[in-house]
């Protein structure tokens, strides 16, 4: 195992500026998961790691070494693809074992490593079979064998789930979860999926445009966004933005309705803000309290109701875990916890504390 060092990583394909200075130190042991948008860098920022890309600025340290003209084979990392890259022709235990034969294993010592991975992944019934004659899930549980042989210093996962359904994506998030608290290998993964990186992480590093927009732990990402942007991306449903002035301590909506400032949160007077509710956070409450609405959508799904308004014109979401017999059409009001609210600029998109 190893900590992996990213300082002020750069990164042109020609003229476009794709990487803009990234550094993030990720601890030895560590699940470290790279999140963001499509396009926003972090699979380019992987491929530096594994050494598939050149850095253009910049350097990477795995361990005590620095990276950078170092080939692939001779970083110690194993990778997990999307696509799983499975050689068809060759069998589990075949591809499984491919590396360690072309690093001159002995037979015994690349068997006992392929069993072992079995093992782990419950893969010893499947050992003989092609890839062909395996379900997705099963593919991606050995692509993941693959790696485990190796016994690297890092583990890297480029979006190893998007090509399963819902369900399996679940099943495999655990199994990537309980994997890495076995192995206690420094882990690298990618995905744009916010709850996988919920679930997984012992640090989130979200991007976008080839920057760093925050690093944390899941709930610090959560309790205490820095933007809008993180806001908005971290949490499902999203964190709902309503438009509004600051005055007399209060948030003024548009349409008339104010609520009191977030705790903890500053605003100058007459200040453009948006006022940040996560769906969970808005409560329904009886008489004049709250701001009244209207239900457009109703959802239920069974533990919790999804319903959708509208405040300030912009469609609101909330959840409530009680059973309420909401109808399309009723009138209801709704209060947002204040405790439990952000307070965002409306030019910069920064938080206001």
């Keep these: 195992m190893a ?3 990213i300082d002020k ?20 042991g560590e699940f470290c998961v790279l999140v963001g948008p499509s396009g926003c860098g972090k699979s380019t920022l992987l491929r530096m790691i594994a050494g598939l890309e050149k850095i253009s600025h910049g350097s990477i340290s795995i361990g005590a070494k620095v990276v950078n003209d170092m080939a692939p084979k001779e970083r110690d990392i194993a990778m997990v693809f999307q696509n799983y890259a499975l050689y068809p022709h060759m069998t589990v235990r075949d591809n499984m074992a491919f590396s360690l034969t072309l690093a001159k294993m002995d037979k015994a010592g690349i068997d006992q490593r392929v069993v072992r991975a079995a093992d782990i992944l419950g893969l010893g019934e499947l ?3 092609l890839p062909r004659q395996l379900s997705g899930g099963q593919r991606q549980r050995v692509a993941m064998g693959r790696a485990i042989v190796r016994d690297p210093q890092v583990f890297l996962f480029d979006e190893p789930l998007s090509n399963l359904d819902a369900k399996l994506r679940v099943t495999m998030r655990t199994e990537i979860k309980a994997l890495h608290q076995r192995l206690k290998t420094t882990s690298i993964y990618v995905t744009h999926d916010q709850i996988e990186a919920m679930t997984l992480a012992d640090k989130i590093v979200v991007m976008r445009d080839g920057e760093v927009e925050q690093i944390g732990t899941p709930l610090q990402l959560y309790d205490s966004p820095v933007n809008r942007f993180v806001a908005g991306f971290i949490g499902s449903p999203s964190m709902n933005f309503l438009p509004g002035v600051v005055g007399n301590g209060q948030v003024r909506l548009e349409g008339g ?12 007077e007459g200040q453009a803000v948006l006022y940040g509710t996560r769906p969970e956070h808005i409560d329904l409450v009886q008489g004049e309290d709250g701001i009244a609405t209207e239900v457009i959508v109703v959802e239920p799904t069974g533990a919790d109701t999804q319903i959708f308004t509208r405040i300030a014109g912009v469609e609101v979401t909330s959840i409530f875990r009680e059973r309420h ?29």
Excluded at 257 to 268: F, Q
């Design 9 to 28: 990583v750069q990164k042109y394909f020609g003229q476009t500026h794709v990487i803009k200075g990234v550094s993030v130190e990720i601890a030895d």
């Design 257 to 268: 309705a104010a609520l009191p400032l977030p705790a903890g949160s500053r605003g100058k």
């Design 325 to 353: 017999e909401f109808r399309p059409g009723a009138p209801i009001r709704l209060r947002p916890d204040a405790a439990r609210a952000h307070l965002f600029d409306a030019q910069s998109g920064r938080r206001l504390v």
């Design 127 to 129: 050992l003989g079979r």
């Design 3 to 5: 900590h992996v060092t």
